[in-house]
Each structure stands twice: as structure tokens, then as C-alpha cells.
């Protein structure tokens, strides 16, 4: 799993060991220091004991379908079905609940205390085009800092994955089972220093 703190702006943790807890216990360290938040992070659906899908979850609550485990031979109702393994993803519930927090983060300017939560970027959420842009976007702007998540390099290069992950703004720290718990506190720390770089900046 990686992690990205694009490093003037945002920072990057893989994806699947546990990346999603670590960046709740980064959040809640940083709130606790007076950092304001803003984003989504991706959550497991479990149904008796099974995993069948994920949510979006934002920063304030909201909440709606990432993906689920396709049930029968089901139907599309005529709409293109973008599938990864045995999870449909439903993209207008994704872009509905995500891409409004890309405006609210690019309308962040002159606020160097806020960190905006990517996480994460990977198979599923890149079936949007419309996120494609708005991480571009973001990344390129000056607005906030970012910490985000992306997946571990395996099989076909995932474009804006790879993109991302060889920017010289962005820190990625590779996160394990094993590690996970020992880096909370490096992560952050580069945070809180992205943040001072850039109030001094300002």
C-alpha cells in the first residue's frame, strides 16, 4: 500500500493493508491539532461476514455505493457496466458524492491549514473521467494538501496512478501490515510539514 503526501501539497499510501484506518488515525491526529479536513475515503461493505462491495464515505458523513458484487446475471438498464473482478461500480453514485468536494477544495485558496483526503485513487474511481480531471486538477493547483492513497504497482500500469506516483511534489511511503502502525506518526509529521511549507509560502 502506498501513501502520498504530495510533498509541498499532498502525500500518497498504498492500497490493502489497512490504508484506510491509517488515514482515519492521521486524520484524527491532525484535527486534534486544529488542521481543518475535507475529502472521502473508501470503506468495506460486509454482509454476514462477506465483503460485498465498498462505499465513499466523505469527511462529514455522507455516504454512497462505490461498488458491489454483481448479483445474478443482472441488468445495466442499457447504461455501459464498468465492472472490476466480481464488483460493478456505480459511477453516478461515486461522481455525485465525490466530485463536489474537488470544487470545495479548489475553492480553498488562501486556507494553508486544511488537508484534503484522496482515498482513494485507484481501479474503481478511475473509471470516472470527470475524477481523472478533477485529481489533475487539484494536484496541479495550490489550494490545500493532500493526502491520498493509490494501489501497489501489479498488472497493467494504471495511468494517472503512475502519473501521480512520479510527481516531484508528492511523498509516497509504502505501507505494510507490518509498518503501518510505526508510520502514522512520520505521516503526519510530513503532513504537518507540507502544511508549513505552505503557509510560509503564502
Given amino acids: 500500500m502506498l501513501l502520498l503526501c504530495f510533498y509541498t501539497r499532498s ?7 489497512g490504508k484506510t484506518t491509517l488515514v482515519q488515525k492521521a ?7 486544529g488542521v481543518g479536513l475535507e475529502g472521502f475515503y473508501t470503506e468495506e461493505v460486509r454482509e454476514g461476514g462477506r465483503r460485498v462491495g465498498f462505499d465513499v464515505v466523505t469527511l462529514a458523513g455522507e455516504r454512497g455505493h462505490l461498488s458491489r458484487i ?6 445495466s438498464h442499457g ?5 472490476v473482478g466480481q464488483y460493478v461500480v456505480d459511477l453516478p ?12 477544495a479548489g475553492a480553498a485558496d488562501g486556507d494553508s491549514r486544511k488537508v484534503f483526503i ?5 481501479k474503481m474511481e478511475l473509471f470516472s ?5 478533477a485529481v489533475r486538477q487539484t494536484l496541479d493547483g495550490s489550494s490545500c494538501t493532500i493526502l491520498g492513497t493509490i494501489p501497489v504497482p501489479k498488472g497493467k500500469p494504471l495511468g494517472l496512478v503512475e502519473e501521480v506516483r512520479s510527481r516531484r511534489d508528492v511523498k509516497v511511503f509504502t505501507v505494510s501490515k ?6 502514522l506518526q512520520d505521516i503526519v509529521s510530513t503532513l504537518q510539514e507540507c502544511l508549513k511549507h505552505r503557509s510560509q509560502n503564502q
Wanted: glycine fraction near 8%; proline fraction near 4%; charged fraction near 25%.
Fill in 70 to 75: 454483481r448479483e445474478g446475471a443482472g441488468t
Fill in 129 to 133: 473521467q470527470a475524477f481523472i480531471r
Fill in 79 to 83: 447504461r455501459r457496466e464498468y465492472t
Fill in 11 to 17: 502525500i500518497l499510501l498504498p492500497t490493502g493493508v
Fill in 118 to 122: 484522496i482515498d482513494e485513487i485507484g
Fill in 27 to 33: 486524520c484524527e491526529a491532525l484535527v486534534s491539532s
Fill in 178 to 183: 507490518e509498518n503501518r502502525n510505526a508510520l
Fill in 93 to 104: 453514485s461515486f461522481e455525485s458524492l465525490a466530485l463536489p468536494l474537488f470544487r470545495h
